[in-house]
C-alpha cells in the first residue's frame, strides 16, 4: 500500500520506517516544519519550580536543546500525553514520568490525581485549547512557555508531482487539524482527490477528521486512540 506522510520531516522519517516494516511504500511530503524556542523553554525552567506538562514529543526536543542547564530540573515531575513522549522524556533524563493514553483532557485529569498544583505547561503553537480548559475546571494553578511554533510548509508543485508519479497513494495519514487543513488548502493536492476517489484518509482523532471536506467524510476513518500505534492500525 501507498501510504502517504504528512508529519515534519524528522517525525516523518521514523514513521517511514515503521511503514516498510509494515510492508507498505511510504511517500513524504511534510506540511509543516517545527521552529524552536530553547530560550523561552529555559527561562520558564528556571522561574518556576513545579510539574511540568507536555503533550507532544516536540517540547521534548525542545528542551533537549538545553544540555547542562536541564539538569537540575530532571527531578522535577513530567506529565505527558501518550507512551512516545513519555519514553522520549525519560531518555532525556527525567526520573519522574507520568503518562496518560488519551489526549489532553486525560492528560488534565492525570495531573489532578497526582495533585500536581502550580504546573509549568510546555506548549507550542497552534494548539487545541482542551488541556488547559480541563486545568482550569480542575482548578489547577498552570502557567505555559510556548516554546515552540508548527510553521506551515507550501509543498513546490515539483514535490506533488514526484508524490502523485505512480498514481494516488492507497491512504494520507493525517497527525493534526493544522495538517489536515493545510492539505485540503492546497488546491493541487484536493484537486488530485476526487469525490469518487477510493483513497483512505486516516485520521489520529475526532477533531483531526473535521477538516475532512464533507464530500470525502466517507473516506474517512479515525484511530481508536490518539497515538500513532493505533493510526497504523488502521491500514
Do not use: W
Not at 502517504?4 to 521514523?14: E, F, M, N, Y
Not at 525519560?90 to 492525570?110: H, P
Not at 485520521?203 to 500513532?228: G, R, T
Amino acid at each position: 500500500m501507498r501510504v502517504l506522510v504528512t508529519r515534519p520531516a524528522h517525525s516523518a522519517t521514523k514513521t517511514a520506517q515503521r511503514l516498510r516494516d509494515m510492508g507498505h511504500e511510504p511517500l513524504l511530503l511534510p506540511l509543516r516544519r517545527p521552529v524552536h524556542d530553547s530560550a523561552a523553554a529555559a527561562a520558564a525552567l528556571a522561574r518556576t519550580s513545579g510539574a511540568i506538562a507536555v503533550t507532544s514529543a516536540e517540547a521534548v526536543r525542545v528542551i533537549s536543546a538545553l544540555g547542562e542547564r536541564l539538569r537540575p530540573h530532571l527531578a522535577r515531575r513530567l506529565f505527558a500525553v501518550g507512551d512516545a513522549t513519555a519514553e522520549a522524556a525519560k531518555r532525556l533524563g527525567f526520573r519522574s514520568v507520568f503518562s496518560s493514553e488519551g489526549n489532553g483532557s486525560d492528560l488534565a485529569d492525570l495531573v489532578a490525581a497526582q495533585g500536581a498544583d502550580g504546573l509549568l505547561y510546555l506548549a507550542g503553537m497552534p494548539r487545541a485549547e482542551t488541556f488547559e480548559g480541563k486545568l482550569r475546571e480542575r482548578g489547577i494553578r498552570f502557567s505555559v512557555a510556548e516554546c515552540y511554533r508548527m510553521q506551515p510548509v507550501a509543498p513546490d508543485p515539483a514535490e506533488i508531482e514526484a508524490v502523485f508519479a505512480g498514481g494516488r497513494p492507497d491512504a494520507v495519514l493525517f497527525y493534526s487539524r493544522q495538517t489536515a487543513d493545510d492539505f485540503f488548502g492546497v488546491a493541487e493536492l484536493r484537486s488530485a482527490l476526487p469525490e469518487e476517489s477510493a483513497i483512505r484518509l486516516l485520521c489520529l482523532s475526532q477533531a483531526v477528521a473535521e477538516a475532512v471536506p464533507a464530500a470525502l467524510k466517507k473516506n474517512a476513518a479515525i484511530a481508536p486512540m490518539p497515538d500513532e500505534k493505533s493510526l497504523l492500525s488502521l491500514l
